[in-house]
């Protein structure tokens, strides 16, 4: 049994070789007919590709030689076109030479022509000019001996005669002129100026240069001065004031030209008497926080400055510069006054004129601003306020009537010139400043001795705090067409040589008396 089972696989085994491996090749005979199949599909596909993809490729290339053909073409065209046209201009321009040639050749003939006749003309007008002159010298001869003057001595008498008709009428026509100016101009400036002072009521305080603080007994008068006097050395120290203490009763007066200064002071003593602690640290404490709220109440007091004139816009910086002139003075008035005064009069003048009511208002606020800093940076405050005013972004028209206000530059608008009045008008107020004696003397001498350094003045009195000059000439050397004339440079040399508020009037007078005796 096993023998014939082993017999049964060795047969099994020598059938099943040969019948694998046949089956095996025929396996991989079909496997790779089949990837031969699949290659020579894949062949043809690709070749069919590449002609399709060489098609496209042949037809884009003729495409763009088409379009390349077409460019140079339509570029050769447009080449030609502009040849053709240039040339056509070359042809024009030489028809217009050549007519141009002609037409010069035509005139060179003209010029010939005419130059023959000018000859011809110049030769008989010799002749007649000899013959004019001949006879001009007999008629001078003539002239000389009949009425007994030589040729130089009839010319001075015709020059002399000449210059005095020429300046009579030049003097009437002058005072003719402004007769009829003063008629339409002096009604209008004066009903203008009327009108704005009657519209404008301003208080008016006067500033000083002392403080007087009040204290609670003459007992407070030594806890202020301290020890050895510490005390009040430590307060003049913080505060560049003068604190002087005297015989006057119950009272501490500060002295100092700034009034910011003194306004420091006066807080910083008042707190101190009411506080009761007086010694140097606690001066130097309360001097600061007194700094400190005077600075506060200085932007208060420049935004209600611009709420009151009804000025908006303007910088911080330059309302606290504003602020400050509530504690600067000219000539005793107070500036930021005097700031409000000047906005609220310009604004009044505008108006009337039909000009931009705001715009002269803040020129009028601001003409002054220059006076917060002026002692700090050197020059005229006008210029200094200008400077400051465009820092903080001002407009032009601004900047230039605060630098004209006071003619340091020439005024150049309306605006410049509305300032320039109202600011004349503010200051020139009855009670509105004041002059130190010596000053206003000196003023008044300048005043006079401009008017006698002419020729033919024989005296000049000043009155009317020297608004007004009376000139009193010389009847002999000066007549009346002089006189008027002289009034007018008299003017002109003040207005160059002097600086005044307002207006001066020049009064020349001339009087001719005949006296006599009957006997």
Same mark, same amino acid.
């Given at each position: 049994?096993?023998?014939?089972?082993?017999?049964? /696989?060795?047969? #099994?085994?020598?059938?099943?070789?040969?019948?694998?491996?046949?089956?095996?090749?025929?396996?991989?005979?079909?496997?790779?007919?089949?990837?031969?199949?699949?290659?020579?599909?894949?062949?043809?596909?690709?070749?069919?590709?590449?002609?399709?993809?060489?098609?496209?490729?042949?037809?884009?290339?003729?495409?763009?030689?088409?379009?390349?053909?077409?460019?140079?073409?339509?570029?050769?065209?447009?080449?030609?076109?502009?040849?053709?046209?240039?040339?056509?201009?070359?042809?024009?321009?030489?028809?217009?030479?050549?007519? @141009?040639?002609?037409?010069?050749? *035509?005139?060179?003939?003209?010029?010939?022509?005419?130059?023959?006749?000018?000859?011809?003309?110049?030769?008989?007008?010799?002749? @007649?000019?000899?013959?004019?002159?001949?006879?001009? /010298?007999?008629?001078?001869?003539?002239?000389?001996?009949?009425?007994?003057?030589?040729?130089?001595?009839?010319?001075?008498?015709?020059?002399?005669?000449?210059?005095?008709?020429?300046?009579?009428?030049?003097?009437?026509?002058?005072? *003719?002129?402004?007769?009829?100016?003063?008629?339409?101009?002096?009604?209008?400036?004066?009903?203008?100026?009327?009108?704005?002072?009657?519209?404008?009521?301003?208080?008016?305080?006067?500033? +000083?240069?002392?403080?007087?603080?009040?204290?609670?007994?003459?007992?407070?008068?030594?806890?202020?001065?301290?020890?050895?006097?510490?005390?009040?050395?430590?307060?003049?120290?913080?505060?560049?004031?003068?604190?002087?203490?005297?015989?006057?009763?119950?009272?501490?007066?500060?002295?100092?030209?700034?009034?910011?200064?003194? +306004?420091?002071?006066?807080?910083?003593?008042?707190?101190?008497?009411?506080?009761?602690?007086?010694?140097?640290?606690?001066?130097?404490?309360?001097?600061? @926080?007194?700094?400190?709220?005077?600075?506060?109440?200085?932007?208060?007091?420049?935004?209600?400055?611009?709420?009151?004139?009804?000025?908006?816009?303007?910088?911080?910086?330059?309302?606290?510069?504003?602020?400050?002139?509530?504690?600067?003075?000219?000539?005793?008035?107070?500036?930021?006054?005097?700031?409000?005064?000047?906005?609220?009069?310009?604004?009044?003048?505008?108006?009337?004129?039909?000009?931009?009511?705001?715009?002269?208002?803040?020129?009028?606020?601001?003409?002054?601003?220059?006076?917060?800093?002026?002692?700090?940076?050197?020059?005229?405050?006008?210029?200094?306020?200008?400077?400051?005013?465009?820092?903080?972004?001002?407009?032009?028209?601004?900047?230039?009537?605060?630098?004209?206000?006071?003619?340091?530059?020439?005024?150049?608008?309306?605006?410049?010139?509305?300032?320039?009045?109202?600011?004349?008008?503010?200051?020139?107020?009855?009670? %509105?400043?004041?002059?130190?004696?010596?000053?206003?003397?000196?003023?008044?001498?300048?005043?006079?001795?401009?008017?006698?350094?002419?020729?033919?003045? %024989?005296?000049?009195?000043?009155?009317?705090? /020297?608004?007004?000059?009376?000139?009193?000439?010389?009847?002999?050397?000066?007549?009346?067409? @002089?006189?008027?004339?002289?009034?007018?440079?008299?003017?002109?040399?003040?207005?160059?040589?002097?600086?005044?508020? #307002?207006?001066?009037?020049?009064?020349?007078?001339?009087?001719?008396?005949?006296?006599?005796?009957?006997?």
């Amino acid at each position: 049994m096993e023998f014939s089972t082993i017999f049964m /696989g060795i047969v #099994g085994l020598g059938l099943g070789l040969p019948a694998g491996y046949y089956i095996d090749k025929w396996i991989s005979q079909k496997t790779l007919n089949e990837a031969r199949t699949l290659a020579e599909r894949i062949l043809d596909e690709a070749r069919k590709e590449a002609s399709a993809h060489k098609k496209e490729v042949i037809l884009a290339a003729q495409d763009e030689l088409f379009r390349q053909k077409q460019d140079l073409e339509r570029e050769f065209r447009d080449k030609t076109q502009s040849v053709e046209e240039k040339e056509d201009q070359i042809l024009r321009r030489r028809e217009r030479l050549e007519e @141009k040639q002609e037409q010069i050749v *035509q005139k060179e003939t003209d010029l010939l022509a005419v130059e023959k006749r000018l000859t011809g003309k110049e030769r008989e007008l010799e002749e @007649k000019s000899e013959e004019l002159a001949a006879l001009a /010298g007999e008629h001078d001869k003539r002239l000389q001996e009949i009425a007994g003057l030589t040729m130089e001595e009839a010319k001075k008498q015709i020059m002399e005669e000449t210059e005095s008709r020429t300046r009579h009428e030049s003097a009437r026509m002058i005072r *003719q002129i402004e007769m009829e100016a003063r008629e339409t101009a002096d009604k209008s400036s004066k009903k203008i100026l009327a009108l704005a002072i009657q519209r404008y009521a301003g208080d008016f305080v006067a500033e +000083q240069t002392v403080t007087a603080v009040t204290l609670p007994s003459e007992e407070m008068k030594g806890r202020i001065i301290g020890r050895e006097g510490r005390n009040i050395r430590a307060l003049e120290a913080a505060t560049g004031v003068d604190l002087i203490i005297d015989d006057t009763p119950e009272t501490v007066i500060l002295s100092a030209f700034s009034p910011l200064k003194r +306004q420091i002071a006066k807080m910083a003593l008042e707190r101190l008497i009411t506080d009761g602690r007086i010694h140097p640290a606690r001066i130097e404490d309360i001097v600061k @926080k007194c700094e400190q709220e005077l600075d506060v109440k200085v932007r208060e007091v420049g935004e209600q400055a611009t709420f009151d004139s009804g000025v908006h816009g303007i910088h911080p910086e330059l309302v606290r510069f504003l602020g400050q002139l509530q504690y600067r003075t000219s000539y005793s008035q107070n500036v930021l006054q005097h700031s409000l005064e000047v906005a609220t009069l310009a604004g009044i003048m505008a108006a009337e004129l039909g000009l931009d009511v705001k715009r002269a208002k803040r020129a009028g606020l601001l003409h002054d601003i220059g006076k917060a800093v002026d002692h700090e940076i050197e020059g005229p405050h006008a210029l200094i306020g200008a400077d400051l005013a465009k820092k903080f972004g001002e407009p032009a028209d601004i900047l230039h009537a605060i630098q004209a206000h006071h003619e340091d530059v020439p005024p150049k608008s309306v605006l410049a010139i509305l300032v320039q009045a109202a600011d004349s008008l503010s200051g020139a107020r009855p009670g %509105a400043r004041k002059e130190l004696l010596e000053s206003y003397v000196k003023r008044l001498e300048e005043l006079e001795n401009l008017a006698l350094d002419f020729d033919g003045v %024989a005296k000049a009195y000043a009155i009317q705090a /020297g608004r007004e000059i009376r000139v009193v000439v010389d009847s002999e050397q000066i007549d009346d067409d @002089k006189t008027f004339l002289l009034c007018k440079d008299i003017s002109k040399r003040i207005e160059e040589n002097l600086t005044y508020p #307002g207006q001066i009037r020049v009064t020349v007078i001339r009087e001719k008396r005949a006296v006599g005796f009957a006997k």
